[in-house]
C-alpha cells in the first residue's frame, strides 16, 4: 500500500507516493533524481548518505522516507547559490579536499550540519565531526584543512 | 621563478566543482529509458560442484525478464594474463564447479531490484560439496584437494629471480638473520562498489558504462568472452568511484550485465552491494614470507635469499603479476649484490588474491624493512645508517632485471634523518621506525597481449582555440584528468581552462592500457606530450611562414603566445595563428597525436620513484592499543606536475597504507570472510589518522613527461613497515603477522615480561 509523502528539499516542495519501507535515500536518489547524494554501504556505517533533515545532519540509509514527511531536507545539490558554489565548497576545491568524490556530498553534509551548530569548531571536533563518513581517497587532513579555512574565515559567503 | 606556466601550480582539480556539487555523474548514478535490473546469485560453498540449476520458478517471478546461467555464456575462461592461456582460468559465470564462496552460478534481470532479489531465492542450485583447502600451505600438500583440475600441488605461477651467487655470499657474511612473516588480506573498499550499465542494441552493438581502471582492457576481455569484435563494444568510463587496483579486470557485474542484455536487447545495470564488493571481488594478496638476510660487520649487505607463498585464491586474476612484483620490490630499494627469490602462487578455495594499490610492494616493503631493521640493532647500527650504506642511487642497475635513473633515496634519508633528531626525545612509550621504499612508473611488461602502444593521446585545436585531449587514461580519483591537462596545456603553452579532457571512452579515444602499476603520469603523459608537441609544431610553422624571421630563430609557445623562444616580445597571439592553421590547412582542424611504449627500459618500467617515511607511535603498554601520532614522508618523484595531486595520493596511501599495518583484514572461517561489512571491516577513520607531513625532494627522471615519474602506488609501501619499527622503538615487541592489532602487541608484551622474568 503506497502512502503520501510530503517533503521540502533544497526548499523545493514535493508530494508524491511511495511504498512505506521506502528509505529516504532512495526517495532522494530513485524518485526525485537528486543523485548527489550516494550509498557507499548497506550497514549505516560509511556516511555517505549524509543529508540535513529539518537541520540535522541523519543518514539517509537509516531514515524511512516517511519519517521525514513533513520535513525539510537539506541534499548536496542545495549548497550552491544558483552557479556560485559556497564556502565550503570553494574550500574543497581549493584545499584538493576529494579525489574520487564519492564521499564528498556526504563529507559536505557532515561539515555543514557541524559548522551550523559549531561555527568554530576545534581541529578535535572538525576530526569528531566527520569521523562517520568514510573517505577512501584523501586521507582526511586534506579535509579538515578545507573545513578549517572555512572556521578561520577565509571565504565570504555570497548573499 | 619557474620554467613552467601550469605544471607545479597548484590548480583546481578539473572534475572539481562537478564533485563538490554532487553534480558528478557515476555509473552508480545511471538511469536509461527502459533499464532493467541485475542481481547475481553465488556460491554458498567454498568448492562445489553445480549439479543442476533449475531457473524455473524465479522466471515465473512477475517482473522478470531473463535468468542466466554458464550455460548462456560460450563457456570461454579470462584472465588478464591472456598471453598464457593456462592462467585464463575464470568462467565468471561458473558451469561446472565453484570455487569460492561468492562465485556466480546465475544472473536474473528484473523491473527493479526487489523483484531481481526476490527472483535469486527462487533459483534452485543442487551442488555436491567438494572438500576444500583454504591456507596455501595446505595447498601445496599432496593431499591437498584441486582446485583447478591438472594444476599439480596447486601451484598456479612461480617465479624465480636469481643474481650473482646468493650461497657463496651468505658464506663470506659476518651476521645472517633468517625471519618469517605472515601477510594478511585487505579490502581495496572503493566507496563505489563494482557496477555496470550494459545496453546491447538491435544492430549488435554493446555500449558498457562501468566503473573501471582500464576501458580497454574491458573492451577486449568482453569480445573475448562474449564473441563480438572489440569494435562493436563501446566502453565508457563515467565519473569512477576509487579502484585502487580493484578494477581493471572483467567482473561479474560487467559480464553478467552484457549477458543479460544480449538476451534481452535491453540495457542492464548491476550493482554489487557493499557484501558482495567484499566477498566477490579481489583483494590484497597474502603472503607467507621467509627471508634470510646476509651482512658485513658494517652493515654492507651481501646476500638476501626470499621465498614466497601466496595465497592464490580462486582464479588467476593479477595475482601473477603481484607475485612477480613481490618478489622484485624485495630488493628495494637496496643494492644487493647476491639476490635470490623463488615465490609460489596457490590456488585456495579463497576470494582471488589480485592487485590492490602496490601489488606485492607493500608485503615486500613491510618485511624488508622490519628485517632491515634488526640487522641493523644485531649489527649495532642506525636504521638510517645502514639504509645509506645500503641504499640505491642514481643509474644503478639491478643486475640484469632493471635500470634506474633518477633515483633521490639518500636525500630522503637526509631529511628524515634530520626530522627524527628535530623531534628530539620522545615521550614514554613513543617510537618513530623509519622504511624505505622505491616504485615503477608502470610496467613494461605485456602479459595482456594487446598490440597497441601502451599509452596514446590525440590533441585536436578548435577554431577558438580550445583543445579537446582525448585518452585512454582512467581518471579514478587519482587525478589524472587534472595532471594530464596540465602537461597538454604545458606543452602547447596554453592555460589549462583551455583544456578540455575526453577520456576512457573506447569509443572515441585511443588506446590506454588504464590505470595499474603507477602508470598513467609517466606513460600516458609522455603520450599527451607527444600529441600536444604535435599540434604544436603545425602551428609554429604558420607562425615561422607569417612572421618570416631569420631561419636561425626557434619558436615557441607559453601563456598563449607564440613567440621566438630568444625574443619573447616578438610574437603573436594562438588565437590568430590557431584561425589562420585552420584556413590554411583547407579548413582542417589541427590534431596532433601521441603515444608511448617503454623500449629498452629492462624487464619491469621505464622509471622508479623512492622515499623515506617515519611514522612516530604512541603505545599504551597496558592495553597494547597504540596511536598514529605523526607520519611524516621524504618523497621523490621527478618533476612535480599537479602538488595538490600528490599531497593527496600521500595522505590518502597513509590511510590506507596505515590501514593495513594497523588494523585492516579480513579473518576467515572455512573460506568465508568474517567481517564483510563498513561496520565490521575496520578502516582508518578521520580520529585515527595521524598528522602528515611531506618533503618533497627535487630529482629529475629523463624518461618522463617534464622530468617527472610516478607518486601514487609507491606511497603505499612503506607505512606498514615504518609502524612496524615504530612500536618496537616505543615498547621492544615486535608482531610478525599484520595487521599489528593491539591484541597482538599486548600479547607480546606480555611474553618480553614473562621471558624477563
Ligand atoms: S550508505 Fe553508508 S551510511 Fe548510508
Ligand atoms: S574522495 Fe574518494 S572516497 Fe573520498
Redesign the interface.
Known amino acids: 500500500m503506497k502512502k503520501g509523502l510530503r517533503l521540502t528539499v533544497n526548499g523545493q516542495p514535493y508530494e508524491l507516493y511511495i511504498k512505506p519501507k521506502t528509505l529516504l535515500v532512495e526517495v532522494l536518489?530513485d524518485h526525485l533524481g537528486?543523485?548527489?547524494?550516494?550509498?557507499?554501504?548497506?550497514?549505516?556505517?560509511?556516511g555517505?548518505c549524509t543529508v540535513m533533515l529539518n537541520g540535522m545532519a541523519v543518514r539517509s540509509c537509516s531514515v524511512l522516507a516517511l519519517q521525514a514527511n513533513g520535513g525539510e531536507v537539506l541534499?548536496?545539490?542545495g549548497?550552491?547559490k544558483g552557479n556560485e558554489?559556497n564556502s565550503l565548497?570553494k574550500a574543497?576545491?581549493?584545499?584538493?579536499a576529494?579525489?574520487?568524490?564519492?564521499?564528498?556530498?556526504g563529507m559536505?553534509m557532515s561539515a555543514t550540519a557541524l559548522l551550523n551548530e559549531n561555527p568554530k569548531p576545534t581541529k578535535e571536533q572538525i576530526?569528531?565531526g566527520?569521523?562517520?563518513?568514510?573517505?577512501?581517497?584523501?586521507?582526511?587532513?586534506?579535509?579538515?584543512r578545507a573545513v578549517t579555512a572555512v572556521v578561520k574565515g577565509e571565504y565570504k559567503e555570497a548573499k | 621563478m619557474s620554467k613552467y606556466s601550469v605544471i607545479g601550480t597548484r590548480v583546481?582539480?578539473v572534475?572539481?566543482?562537478?564533485?563538490?556539487?554532487?553534480?558528478?555523474?557515476?555509473t552508480?548514478?545511471l538511469v536509461l529509458p527502459g533499464m532493467l535490473y541485475g542481481k547475481v546469485l553465488r556460491s554458498p560453498h567454498p568448492h562445489a560442484k553445480i549439479l543442476k540449476i533449475d531457473t524455473r520458478k524465479a522466471k515465473r517471478l512477475i517482473g522478470v525478464k531473463a535468468v542466466i546461467t554458464g550455460k548462456d555464456t560460450l563457456g570461454r575462461k579470462q584472465g588478464i594474463w591472456r598471453r598464457f592461456p593456462e592462467l585464463c582460468d575464470e568462467e565468471i559465470l561458473c558451469r561446472e564447479k565453484v570455487r569460492y564462496i561468492g562465485d556466480p552460478v546465475a544472473a536474473v534481470a528484473a523491473i527493479d531490484e526487489d523483484t531481481a532479489e526476490e527472483a535469486l531465492d527462487l533459483i534452485e542450485v543442487e551442488y555436491e560439496p567438494l572438500p576444500a583447502v583454504f591456507d596455501p600451505l595446505e595447498a601445496i600438500k599432496e593431499e591437498a584437494p584441486q582446485v583447478h583440475d591438472g594444476v599439480e600441488l596447486n601451484i598456479n605461477v612461480t617465479r624465480h629471480i636469481e643474481w650473482g651467487d646468493v650461497d657463496e655470499a651468505f658464506k663470506k657474511c659476518d651476521h645472517i638473520r633468517e625471519d618469517q612473516y605472515k601477510l594478511c588480506s585487505q579490502a581495496?573498499?572503493?566507496?563505489?562498489?563494482h557496477d555496470a550499465v550494459v545496453s546491447y542494441d538491435y544492430g549488435g552493438k554493446m555500449t558498457v558504462w562501468t566503473s573501471t581502471q582500464s576501458s580497454y582492457y574491458i573492451q577486449r576481455l568482453m569480445a573475448d568472452m562474449t564473441g563480438l569484435r572489440e569494435g562493436d563494444i563501446r566502453v565508457i568510463k563515467p565519473?569512477?568511484?576509487?579502484g585502487?587496483g580493484s578494477k581493471f579486470e572483467l567482473d561479474s557485474a560487467q559480464f553478467c550485465a552484457a549477458i543479460l542484455s544480449m538476451k534481452l536487447c535491453k540495457p542492464v545495470k548491476i550493482v554489487l552491494?557493499?557484501?558482495e564488493e567484499f566477498t566477490a571481488t579481489k583483494r590484497r594478496t597474502p603472503m607467507y614470507y621467509f627471508l634470510k638476510l646476509g651482512a658485513k660487520k658494517d652493515g654492507t649487505l651481501l646476500a638476501k635469499e626470499v621465498r614466497v607463498i601466496t595465497e592464490g585464491g580462486a582464479y588467476t586474476a593479477m595475482g601473477a603479476t603481484a607475485l612477480y612484483l613481490t618478489g622484485f620490490f624485495s630488493s628495494f630499494p637496496y643494492k644487493y649484490p647476491n639476490y635470490r627469490f623463488d615465490g609460489y602462487r596457490a590456488y585456495t578455495n579463497t576470494a582471488t588474491t589480485s592487485a590492490m594499490r602496490g601489488f606485492g610492494a607493500p608485503q615486500s616493503t613491510f618485511v624488508g624493512e622490519s628485517q632491515l631493521d634488526m640487522m641493523a640493532e644485531d649489527l649495532g647500527i642506525d636504521p638510517i645508517e645502514i639504509r645509506r650504506k645500503n641504499g640505491m642511487t642514481p643509474n644503478y642497475e639491478v643486475p640484469g632485471q632493471a635500470y634506474i635513473q633518477s633515483c633521490g633515496l639518500h636525500q630522503c634519508l637526509d631529511k628524515i634523518d634530520a626530522h627524527i633528531k628535530e623531534r628530539g626525545k620522545l615521550p614514554p612509550n613513543h617510537g618513530i621506525g623509519v622504511s624505505a621504499y622505491g616504485f615503477m612508473s608502470g610496467g613494461i611488461f605485456n602479459w595482456f597481449d594487446t598490440p597497441y602502444a601502451f599509452s596514446a593521446a590525440i590533441v585536436r585545436i578548435n577554431i577558438d582555440g580550445k583543445v579537446d585531449l582525448f585518452t585512454g587514461a582512467c581518471e579514478?580519483?587519482?587525478?589524472s584528468d587534472t595532471t594530464l591537462s596540465m602537461i597538454c596545456a604545458e606543452e602547447l603553452g596554453v592555460k589549462l581552462e583551455d583544456i578540455r579532457i575526453h577520456a576512457a571512452d573506447t569509443g572515441i579515444c585511443p588506446v590506454d592500457l588504464g590505470a595499474w602499476g603507477s602508470r598513467t603520469t609517466l606513460m600516458n603523459g609522455n603520450a599527451v606530450k607527444m600529441a600536444a608537441a604535435d599540434a604544436k609544431r603545425q602551428l609554429l610553422e604558420f607562425a615561422a611562414a607569417k612572421m618570416g624571421p631569420n631561419i636561425v630563430y626557434d619558436f615557441d609557445i607559453k601563456d598563449q603566445w607564440i613567440h621566438l623562444a630568444d625574443r619573447p616580445e616578438r610574437g603573436i597571439s594562438y588565437f590568430d595563428i590557431v584561425k589562420e592553421a585552420i584556413r590554411g590547412k583547407d579548413g582542417e582542424t589541427i590534431i596532433g597525436r601521441g603515444h608511448y611504449t617503454p623500449h629498452r627500459k629492462g624487464m619491469i618500467s621505464p622509471a622508479y620513484s623512492f622515499g623515506v617515511q617515519a611514522a612516530e607511535v604512541a603505545v599504551d603498554p597496558e592495553t597494547g592499543r597504540y596511536k598514529l601520532v605523526n607520519v611524516t614522508t621524504a618523497h621523490e618523484s621527478g618533476t612535480v606536475i599537479n602538488p595538490?595531486?600528490i599531497?593527496?595520493q600521500?595522505?590518502?596511501?597513509?590511510?590506507?597504507a596505515g590501514g593495513y599495518g594497523y588494523c585492516e583484514d579480513q579473518p576467515m572461517d572455512e573460506g568465508k570472510i568474517l567481517n564483510p561489512?563498513?561496520?565490521?571491516y575496520k578502516?582508518i577513520?578521520?580520529?585515527d589518522?595521524p598528522?602528515?607531513e611531506i618533503l618533497e625532494i627535487d630529482t629529475y627522471e629523463p624518461e618522463g613527461p617534464f622530468g617527472a615519474k610516478e607518486a601514487g602506488e609507491g606511497l603505499t609501501n612503506p607505512t606498514a613497515g615504518a609502524i612496524g619499527n615504530a612500536v618496537y622503538k616505543a615498547v621492544g615487541v615486535r608482531i610478525n603477522d599484520l595487521p599489528i592489532t593491539p591484541e597482538k602487541v599486548l600479547r607480546a608484551l606480555k611474553e618480553k615480561q614473562k621471558k624477563s622474568k
Open positions: 536518489r537528486l543523485t548527489g547524494t550516494k550509498r557507499g554501504c548497506d550497514s549505516s556505517s560509511c555517505a541534499t548536496v545539490e549548497l550552491a558554489l565548497q574543497f576545491l581549493d584545499y584538493g576529494f579525489q574520487c568524490g564519492f564521499c564528498t556530498s559536505l576530526k569528531e566527520i569521523d562517520g563518513n568514510i573517505c577512501r581517497c584523501t586521507g582526511y587532513n586534506s579535509i579538515i | 583546481h582539480r572534475d572539481g566543482p562537478e564533485k563538490v556539487t554532487g553534480n558528478a555523474k557515476y552508480f548514478d581495496h573498499v572503493c566507496m563505489e562498489t565519473t569512477t568511484g576509487g585502487f552491494n557493499r557484501e579514478i580519483g587519482q587525478g595538490v595531486g599531497e593527496g600521500l595522505e590518502g596511501a597513509i590511510m590506507m561489512s563498513i561496520a565490521d578502516l577513520r578521520s580520529l589518522m598528522e602528515t
